[in-house]
């Protein structure tokens, strides 16, 4: 039982580790996909702010080329979509150096938002003194720093992929470390339990052995005595066998020790549980003046 | 020796049990603890004032207080500030002086683990932005809600809205245009301008002058009054003909305006004090005494923050960490904080759960309460 419980040991360790190890990987898991996540929608952003930025410079010219108000209405809409988006992008969970980008992105955004905003603002009196000028070294400023923050996604996005598979590797040591874990744990159940069936072998033998011996420090006791009235009657017998009374008398003392072995073996044969008196001190014997606990013995069927 | 019955032991360990209740909520730092202030001008009196009352009742705080250039100062010039301050092991900072700014020190403060407590910052971006940051506003979002529904209620439909181009302007206009719309009015116009810094150049003439003539019904000043007199062609303000105005909570600040309220007599802006605020009034009080001058808006959250620190101080609180979590546990374990801007408690974004706006109006340069 206990060399059973102790086979199993290593099974529950398994179980055990393994349980951990599926936890841990879940959880690496599930923050890869939430990083996955904020990836994705950082990706879908700043491809929103791009377009939006483009679209607002595309209205701003178009109302500085023909001065319709719808192009000013469409310009200030794109302005404020595209102030959400970058509000969208700043809450999701960036680095310190993303969010740094994104920062840098939004100011020269604004900056280029100023400088559209202004030509707009005054296209209805006088021009603005440089703005071509201006606008172009805000839109390289605005794009500059939009390609930073593209820069910093495909960095992240290269980051991921090494972690998906350093996590891949992860996982296949781990099945690999668990299945060798559970050949190892098999092999030494199979060990335990024929070492344990050993050794109830060896429990039955040595049973089987002292009961032997038991029956020998029986037969010794209950037969040595007749016998050696036996023994003893035949030498008698032989100095006797012209006293008939005598010979009578000593064939008689044989008749009662071979009635007393036979009683013995009798008993011996109805025996249905054993059970023992010291012989001497440490040397057990069969008691076979013990009341027999047991059914009795089926009749025998008389020989045909 | 007289023996003692179960119910002087009862008692005993009665008296005990209070004593350690009650010594945690009498425990003080022994040294003196730091606040970094980094807010606009306004704002420090109410601080100062704070400050004062709490060493008058044991508590050993002192101000750390920035310039106002550096108060003012966003992105490197906001990290810088904020930085300094947590080197000399302030135990919160109370600021920024506008959102781009409180944006760009909020990380900082995240990272060095020291509360950063915003007292009128309205930006929506501000909104979870981090476990150490704590705002005592509202947003920009339902400041936005509010001055939509009060122009639909006064009969405006036509819509005008002069907007800077940072995070307030544009988070502000963006929310009220929002609004505004949803309820059936029309933004006819919207003109957005750079802050000074970007455009030194810059001329606002002509954008106030489509304003002013564009037919529209209002015009909602999504800026700060300090930038827009500072800027050239805000002359155009003080010319005959404009609708009525309205502004957000920073678009008229008496102290900004210097006495100019001429071209903003009238506008009604938001205001960060509940209605009818007792506890307001007493501030004022005090401030009055105190300063000879009447306390404008960031005053009063300014003495709040700085009053919830003293608070969490004499709860026991020793640094950041301690501090931190008394803020968090405001309004669930802990009652909320009773300031003078109403009852102060955060939810799991870092913002106020009871923030909300009043609106007031601008009458000879001061700020009164706009009767419904």
Known sequence: MLLTALGLLPFVALAYLGVQAAVETRRAFANLNASLDTLTEAVRLEGLVRQGIADEMGAAREYLARRNEPAWQRFTRLTWTTYENEARYLGLPLTSEERLAVERMRTQHRLLEGVLQEAMTRADGRAVPGLEAQLEAAEAASTRALEDVSRMLQERMAQMAGTADAAAVHLGRLVTTLAGLFVVSLLLLVVLLLRAAEMQRRLVEAERLAAVAQVGVTLRHEINNPLAVVVGAADILREVRDDPQAVGEWAEAVALAAARIRDVLRRLEELRSVETVDYTPGVPMVDLEAKPSGPPPAPKAPPS | MAWVGPSAVSRALTLLALAL???????????????????????????????EELRARGIRVRLRTASREDADSIGAGAVALAESFVRSGVVA???????????????LVNRAHVPLLIPNSTSPLLSGIGPWVFR???????????????AWRAGFRRAGILYVLDDYGKGLATAFARSFEQQGGHVALAVG???????????LGPALLRLRSGGLDVVLLAARTRDLLSLPGAAEFRKEGWPALLGGDVAYVPLDAGGVSAPFEGMVVTSLLPERSLAAERFATRYRVRFGSEPENPSYACYDA???IGQAIASGAAGPDDLQRFLRRLGRELPAYEGVTGKLSFD?????????????????????AVTP
């Open chain 2, 136 to 150: 005592l506003c509202g947003t920009d979002t339902l400041q936005g809600r509010v001055l939509a529904s009060h």
């Open chain 2, 193 to 203: 301008y750079s802050w000074m810094s970007d455009r030194p150049d810059g001329d």
């Open chain 2, 93 to 107: 900072v109370v600021g920024h002086s506008s959102s781009a700014a409180s944006l760009s020190a909020a990380n």
């Open chain 2, 348 to 368: 799991e974004r870092g913002d106020a759960r009871e923030a909300t706006f009043s609106l007031v109006r601008v009458a000879n340069g001061k700020l009164v």
């Open chain 2, 306 to 308: 700085v009053g919830l």
């Open chain 2, 21 to 51: 209740l009650v010594l945690p909520a009498c425990r003080r730092p022994s040294q003196e603890l730091l606040i970094g202030l980094a807010v606009h001008p306004s704002g420090v009196n109410g601080a100062t004032l704070a400050v």
